[in-house]
């Protein structure tokens, strides 16, 4: 069996097309926004509202109505939520977003509890990637499109907020549009990567990308290149390996990517560990 | 200043902030004419923030005004003729952003949605840098420059933006003598355009050099006038909560004193 057949095995099945399809899409849009989140601040933030966009979805399930609504709603109520227990008593932020996003999120396992199809709905905790449909696959590119669209179109001024919220102000832009415009894709995009690694884990793809390209550039442009160029092959390789291992493939997906992350931080040229190690530096010093 | 005097710059009318208990900003009122250079002095926590703030209307007054350019903050942010100098604390240094994207960001509220930039404003960004001599760094990341080359950078952010008005938060703070001179030539120049210049700091010896006039600010407006006057000890003792004859400079208790007086 040569490499080649090992590659094109899985590809005989329509399963594995449309989770390796999905997969990439989903580290796309979401390394693509996740490159944002680093540089705001907005981990924690970024894995409070992927959390708390659990029970949205469930209640969206019930109702019929589409996931990514209920996410937005729940998303944007537990922004809200956070804010205002920060900002009406002596909790300080981190506290408050611990308890806000443990809270609905515990609520959501309640509602999957209580919602007689329950077997479907756990896969939205743990991902379900091998039993995407064709319908999912739609729903997922058309968030994800969505989501692309506006991040590219209104990429300069994401960052700008991200850089500089003050001089955003100042030249009259509305941080707060900007903020809660993040804040929206951020739920939008939770949706597209609940298929694919499930609730938990949906945060790796949301910051580990961004972190890594961040390692790597000086460019934010180059950012936006790098990481989902590098997400979309972590997850390839993590379907891929999911499938040879037959094991959990949400959790290979980001397992491959905190690798990859490793080894960016050690071995990356400018920013890496070992780069900056004294004897390394000297080195380079003599050289230069 | 003689009645002939056109509309102030900035025009702060008996504003007062607090955060929850605590008065940043205490009933100040103050009056800046343009073309001028204005070292806002005090200590930290004196409320010269806050005031920078108050005047970008990023903090909404508890009560009284602020007007730029005979208009409200709003108006002026729409027209662009703010620009801001944030002090290096607020900057993530190791942002992927370079020299050239900085001074750029001076020119987004001038174009279009997705602020794709247009020739002149490559144009304005060019000139920009030529002025603040930053042309040679324009493609480093932000914070591979000095620190007197990072607030110039940012400086030069406000002249891409054709800002009138230019507030500099603490542009001395981590500057060596050669750089800071630099910038006060830099700030001179501008004011010299018809630009309006308030630089807060609590860094006193550049501040005869730079500034036309001097506003000594602790929660209230303690002095507004000339800068030699401004450096006075009594005066001096009185924004930094020192004082020499050891009176008490509490602000409650002196305003109590006054009122009682």
């Given at each position: 069996m040569t490499v080649l057949d090992l590659l094109l095995e899985p590809l005989q099945f329509d399963f594995m097309v449309r989770a390796l399809a999905t997969t990439v899409i989903a580290?796309?849009?979401?390394?693509?926004?996740?490159?944002?989140?680093?540089?705001?601040?907005?981990?924690?933030?970024?894995?409070?509202?992927?959390?708390?966009?659990?029970?949205?979805?469930?209640?969206?399930?019930?109702?019929?109505?589409?996931?990514?609504?209920?996410?937005?709603?729940f998303g944007f109520l537990a922004v809200a939520l956070i804010g205002a227990i920060r900002g009406t008593s002596r909790i300080k932020e981190d506290a408050a977003i611990g308890i806000v996003f443990t809270t609905l999120f515990a609520l959501g396992l309640v509602l999957i509890s209580v919602t007689p199809s329950h077997t479907d709905l756990n896969h939205i905790i743990f991902g379900n990637i091998l039993g995407v449909s064709d319908a999912d696959l739609v729903q997922i590119a058309v968030l994800a499109a969505v989501a692309f669209v506006i991040l590219v179109l209104k990429r300069r001024d994401l960052t700008l907020y991200a850089f500089d919220p003050l001089h955003t102000h100042a030249i009259g832009l509305s941080p707060r549009f900007l903020g809660a415009l993040l804040l929206g894709l951020l739920a939008l995009t939770a949706v597209v990567a609940l298929q694919v690694v499930g609730v938990i884990l949906v945060v790796a793809m949301l910051i580990i990308p961004g972190a890594t390209a961040h390692l790597l550039t000086d460019r934010f442009g180059r950012m936006l290149v790098i990481a989902p160029v590098l997400s979309a092959a972590c997850s390839v390789v993590g379907i891929y390996l999911s499938y040879w291992l037959d094991a959990a493939s949400g959790g290979l997906v980001?397992?491959?990517?905190?690798?990859?992350?490793?080894?960016?931080?050690?071995?990356?040229?400018?920013?890496?560990?070992?780069?900056?190690?004294?004897w390394a530096r000297r080195r380079t010093a003599v050289a230069s | 200043m003689s009645p002939a005097d056109p509309t102030p710059a900035i025009e702060v009318a008996d504003v007062v902030v607090r955060y929850g208990e605590v008065v940043a900003l205490d009933g100040v009122s103050l009056s800046i004419a343009p073309g001028r250079v204005t070292g806002l002095v005090g200590m930290n926590g004196s409320g010269k923030s806050t005031l920078f703030k108050a005047i970008m209307g990023m903090v909404r007054p508890d009560r009284g005004h602020v007007l730029i350019d005979g208009a409200a903050p709003a108006a002026a942010r729409r027209r662009g003729i703010v620009g801001y100098v944030p002090q290096s604390e607020d900057v993530d240094w190791t942002f992927p952003v370079s020299v050239r994207d900085v001074v750029m960001m001076g020119r987004y509220g001038r174009q279009g949605l997705t602020r794709r930039a247009r020739p002149a404003d490559h144009a304005a960004v060019a000139d920009a840098l030529d002025r603040v001599e930053l042309t040679g760094y324009a493609e480093r990341q932000i914070g591979q420059l000095?620190?007197?080359?990072?607030?110039?950078?940012?400086?030069?952010?406000?002249?891409?933006?054709?800002?009138?008005?230019?507030?500099?938060?603490?542009?001395?703070?981590?500057?060596?003598?050669?750089?800071?001179?630099?910038?006060?030539?830099?700030?001179?120049?501008?004011?010299?355009?018809?630009?309006?210049?308030?630089?807060?700091?609590?860094?006193?010896?550049?501040?005869?050099?730079?500034?036309?006039?001097?506003?000594?600010?602790?929660?209230?407006?303690?002095?507004?006038?000339?800068?030699?006057?401004?450096?006075?000890?009594?005066?001096?003792?009185?924004?930094?909560?020192?004082?020499?004859?050891?009176?008490?400079?509490?602000?409650?208790?002196?305003?109590?004193?006054?009122?009682?007086?």
């Open positions: 580290a796309i849009v979401c390394a693509l926004l996740s490159c944002w989140l680093v540089l705001v601040g907005w981990s924690l933030m970024g894995d409070a509202v992927s959390h708390a966009v659990l029970p949205g979805v469930v209640i969206a399930y019930v109702l019929g109505a589409p996931f990514a609504l209920g996410a937005l709603v980001v397992l491959v990517q905190g690798a990859a992350f490793l080894l960016v931080y050690l071995f990356s040229p400018r920013h890496g560990l070992i780069g900056r190690l004294p | 000095s620190g007197g080359q990072r607030k110039r950078a940012f400086v030069a952010r406000g002249i891409a933006q054709d800002a009138r008005i230019l507030l500099l938060d603490e542009p001395f703070a981590g500057v060596d003598k050669r750089s800071e001179a630099t910038i006060v030539r830099l700030l001179r120049e501008l004011a010299d355009d018809g630009r309006t210049v308030l630089v807060s700091t609590h860094d006193l010896h550049a501040l005869p050099r730079l500034a036309d006039e001097a506003v000594l600010l602790l929660h209230r407006i303690l002095f507004h006038g000339d800068v030699s006057e401004a450096l006075r000890p009594d005066h001096l003792a009185r924004a930094f909560g020192l004082d020499v004859l050891d009176r008490d400079l509490d602000p409650e208790l002196d305003r109590d004193r006054e009122a009682s007086a």
